[in-house]
């Protein structure tokens, strides 16, 4: 016959294993929540990035000659808050552009932007006031116009390089009053 003394070390034992066991379920229930209500969110937030920007043409007067990209253009405060986040790519001749009126020093970052960007800040006339190339991803370093400006126009990393696009060029949009010529 066994001593009570081992029967109840037996017994201590299969009680922790069944607590382990129970452990396990409820960590593998909890992690099958986490990774549900993480694929929900994130599909909530692709499905308000959904509904398409307009998008119109804009013209970048360099000493290369004219560049005509596309962008995007963020009307809401919403747009603005998200601008190109989440994105994992944004080819040449394609861009975002923010605008502001009246024209304001403004301040941009790079929070959830998981891509390199160039940002062009424009004066009102569409003169480029400058530029700040090739920003950090993920950044939450705070990026100022340095001075009043109309809007920003942000660009794939290295684009506005590759385009031959400097501070004193100037761009035709209908956001920017014509330039006198």
């Known amino acids: 016959m066994a001593s009570p003394y081992r029967m109840d070390r037996r017994n201590r034992r299969r009680a922790r294993r069944k607590i382990v066991k129970v452990g396990m379920h409820v960590k593998r229930r909890s992690k099958l929540v986490y990774h549900i209500a993480l694929l929900l969110l994130t599909a909530g937030l692709f499905a308000g990035s959904v509904q398409a920007m307009r998008s ?6 360099t000493a290369r000659g004219p560049q005509v990209i596309r962008v995007e253009i963020t009307e809401t405060m919403e747009e603005k808050a998200r ?3 989440f994105r994992m790519r944004l080819p040449d001749g394609e861009g975002m552009l923010f605008g502001y009126d009246p024209p304001r020093e403004i301040t941009m970052w790079m929070r959830n932007t998981l891509i390199p960007l160039d940002m062009v800040f424009i004066r009102s006339d569409g003169v480029v006031h400058r530029i700040e ?20 126009l942000e660009l ?11 501070p004193g060029d100037w761009v035709e949009h209908p956001l920017f009053t014509p330039r006198k010529k």
């Open 83 to 85: 601008g190109l986040m």
């Open 133 to 152: 190339a090739s920003t950090h991803p993920l950044s939450e370093e705070i990026i100022a116009s340095r001075g009043d400006v109309a809007a920003c």
């Open 156 to 166: 794939a990393g290295g684009a506005a390089e590759r385009m031959g696009l400097k």
């Open 56 to 61: 119109e043409s804009m013209t970048l007067h």
